[in-house]
Every structure is written in C-alpha cells, then in structure tokens.
C-alpha cells in the first residue's frame, strides 16, 4: 500500500503547540519533497512548510518563526512539524503531501496525499 499517514492534531487554546507527525509506508523509500499543506473551512489549501531530500526547508510566510519542519531520515519517509503559538485563524485540516515519491514496488516517481489530521485552535 502506498499512503502517507498524518497523526498528532487535535485541540489547543491560542499561544499553545502542537507537533503533527507524517509517517510514509514502508513501499515508499524516499521522497524528493514532503511537505505540509492545511486546508481552512472555506478555503483553499495553502502550503505550510515543505522540506527537500537535501534538508533545505521552505515555510509559508504566516508561519514563519513559529513552525518547524523536520525529519526523521534523510529519505524523508517520516516527517514533523513543530507548530508554536497556534492562532484561532490556523484552525485547519493539516496535510502531508509527498512529492516525487519512489518506491519497491513501481518505477518513477508518485505524488502522495495524505488523509489529513485535523487541528482545532480555540481563542
């Protein structure tokens, strides 16, 4: 199966953090460019923060200062995104996206979406 699964939203008040987690699976070996997307109610889906199989990061400029992205390999099959001081406004479901994906079982490259994981942020 080749999916990407995002985990770690939820609820928080204003100013608090969350650390959303994206998690490839195990027929994906590398991914070119993971990033992370959200998607307001009513609005179109917006990047948030990308990162490349070199380490270069890229942010949205809302976010900037206040979320990280980072990884666990550099294969870039998992990835976080640190996100301090949440605002009601950032309330949004949260999406891993991988770009230019291989794998062991397909040649090329694929585009990967997650499901989403939904982060509520109360004022």
């Known amino acids: 199966q080749v999916e990407v699964v995002e985990s770690g939203g939820g609820l928080v008040h204003a100013g608090e953090s969350l650390r959303l987690s994206c998690t490839a699976s195990?027929?994906?070996?590398?991914?070119?460019?993971m990033a992370w997307y959200r998607q307001a109610p009513g609005k179109g889906r917006e990047l948030v923060a990308m990162?490349?199989?070199?380490?270069?990061?890229?942010y949205g400029d809302s976010v900037k200062g206040r979320f990280a992205i980072s990884r666990a390999n550099a294969q870039n099959t998992e990835v976080f995104l640190q996100m301090d001081d949440l605002t009601p406004e950032e309330t949004a479901v949260y999406y891993c996206?991988?770009?230019?994906?291989?794998?062991?079982?397909?040649?090329?490259?694929?585009?990967?979406w997650g499901s989403g994981t939904r982060v509520t942020v109360s004022s």
């Open positions: 996206n991988a770009g230019r994906a291989t794998g062991s079982n397909w040649r090329g490259e694929l585009e990967v």
């Open positions: 195990k027929t994906i070996i590398s991914v070119h460019q």
């Open positions: 990162i490349t199989s070199d380490g270069t990061t890229n």
